[in-house]
């Protein structure tokens, strides 16, 4: 219980762009395509309304959008 409650309480740590992107493409599955700093910038010009926090990310409130709009999106290098 404890190990969950840990990974959730990392998982919604704000995090600078740099440790996002770090993290979230360790953490994806080899096939699945990896971000770039292009690539975040522009879901974040996209989806300002997410950034309450000015230029903060987390796991919990970016990971899964990002997966969701990725596909449609990856053509910036």
Do not use: C
């Not at 840990?6 to 600078?16: T, V």
């Not at 762009?17 to 770090?22: N, V, Y």
């Not at 522009?42 to 230029?55: A, C, E």
């Amino acid at each position: 219980m404890k190990k969950h409650l840990k990974e959730l309480e990392e998982s919604q740590i704000q995090i600078s762009l740099l440790d996002f992107l770090k993290s979230y493409n360790q953490n994806m599955p080899p096939n699945f395509p990896r971000v770039s700093t292009a690539l975040l910038q522009k879901f974040k010009d996209t989806h300002s309304i997410l950034f309450k926090h000015g230029d903060l990310w987390s796991i919990d409130q970016h990971r899964k959008k990002i997966i969701d709009w990725l596909p449609l999106n990856s053509d910036v290098s």
